[in-house]
T-cell receptor
Framework: DTAVSQTPKYLVTQMGNDKSIKCEQN?????MYWYKQDSKKFLKIMFS???????INETVPNRFSPKSPDKAHLNLHINSLELGDSAVYFC???????????????FGPGTRLLVL | SQQGEEDPQALSIQEGENATMNCSYK?????LQWYRQNSGRGLVHLIL?????REKHSGRLRVTLDTSKKSSSLLITASRAADTASYFC?????????FGAGTILRVKS
């Protein structure tokens, strides 16, 4: 009965490969997010989807492509992985329908990506 | 852009002592939130304080907000070893949250 789950938990891959991370939430939220946390623990938003619609797209290389098949799922596909993509990627969700977008967010456990 | 900045960057205390962390931000906000991150885990929401509130309590946590100084503090009383974690403040910036760089708290038993 995990609220926000991500797979895989760990991902080790070679430079140039393409990989995907999946996220699912069972909280009934209609907004989901991808964050990147670097080695200094700085957490930065990458994307946000509201009801399958992209609403936030920060300055992220277009090698990163999010996809939301339904409002409970948000996946992140990364093409041509680079060394600098090594980080922890967190999925989060928030916003029961009708509440502001800046309310409490619920985070997944993270995916630790290491690009060699 | 980074909105919230925590201070200190790291804090080490003995079990039973109080821990105080501060957060400063730059622009007007609707609310400010504090999150905890245990090592190797995701962030967990601790407390949310709205811009029209000055103080809020939740168990051993006390949060204050001073909108005139654009600052907030998180006080953890009677700390425990299990409180060892990174603590982040987050403020709203349009339709998203912006997180500070965090304070690493270590509680020694």
């Amino acid at each position: 009965d995990t609220a926000v789950s991500q797979t895989p938990k760990y991902l080790v891959t070679q430079m140039g490969n393409d990989k995907s991370i999946k996220c699912e939430q069972n909280l009934g939220h209609d907004t989901m997010y991808w964050y990147k946390q670097d080695s200094k623990k700085f957490l930065k938003i990458m994307f946000s989807y509201n009801n399958k619609e992209l609403i936030i797209n920060e300055t992220v290389p277009n090698r990163f492509s999010p996809k939301s098949p339904d409002k409970a799922h948000l996946n992140l596909h990364i093409n041509s992985l680079e060394l600098g993509d090594s980080a922890v990627y967190f999925c989060a969700s928030s916003r029961l329908p009708g509440t502001p977008a800046w309310e409490t967010q619920y985070f997944g456990p993270g995916t630790r990506l290491l690009v060699l | 852009s980074q909105q919230g900045e925590e201070d200190p960057q790291a804090l080490s205390i003995q079990e039973g002592e109080n821990a105080t962390m501060n957060c400063s931000y730059k622009t007007s906000i609707n609310n400010l939130q504090w999150y905890r991150q245990n090592s190797g885990r995701g962030l967990v929401h601790l407390i949310l304080i709205r811009s029209n509130e000055r103080e809020k309590h939740s168990g051993r946590l006390r949060v204050t907000l001073d909108t005139s100084k654009k600052s907030s503090s998180l006080l953890i009383t009677a700390s425990r070893a299990a409180d060892t974690a990174s603590y982040f403040c987050a403020t709203d910036d349009g339709n998203k949250l912006v997180f500070g760089a965090g304070t690493i708290l270590r509680v020694k038993s």
